[in-house]
């Protein structure tokens, strides 16, 4: 590989591990950590989650997420939600205290995101997440083709 296209992977690289990591930054200030905002996160967008979805979503091990399900289940915060299960797969819900707790910190969170978005504008962040879906189609094909 040539030396403009390792510069462009370590910029890219360095980017999305910078991106992630002032989300955790953001939990670790609320006393949550990554993965409980990930969980809060994707009930908020989906209404309820899976370990599976939220596993194969952000590529995290099953057993991290398993704890962290566990551990918010024994708070009070999650509960099982028999109407969003499927076959094996349990799906949870926030509780009542659950989403009492998680409401201000997604509420920060969304007006934090939304100066970002202003700042950068609509249209580029738009155009970024597209960019960064087409790479990702273009490396898993020649992933696949790599077999």
Not at 51 to 77: E, F, W
């Amino acid at each position: 590989m040539d030396a403009a296209s390792l510069k462009l992977l370590a910029e890219l690289n360095c980017a999305v591990i910078q991106f992630r990591g002032l989300y955790a930054a953001w939990a670790k200030r609320h006393d949550i950590s990554y993965n409980e905002m990930l969980v809060y996160y994707t009930i908020r967008d989906q209404g309820y989650c899976t370990q599976k979805q939220l596993c194969d979503s952000y590529l995290l091990p099953r057993q991290t997420i398993n704890h962290v399900m566990l551990d918010l289940r024994a708070r009070g915060l999650l509960a099982l939600s028999p109407d969003h299960c499927t076959g094996r797969e349990k799906a949870f819900v926030l509780t009542p205290r659950g989403r009492e707790y998680a409401a201000p910190l997604l509420a920060s969170l969304d007006k934090i995101e939304e100066q970002a978005i202003r700042r950068f504008g609509g249209q580029r962040m738009h155009e970024m997440a597209q960019t960064l879906l087409d790479y990702d189609s273009a490396l898993q094909s020649a992933m696949e083709q790599d077999q």
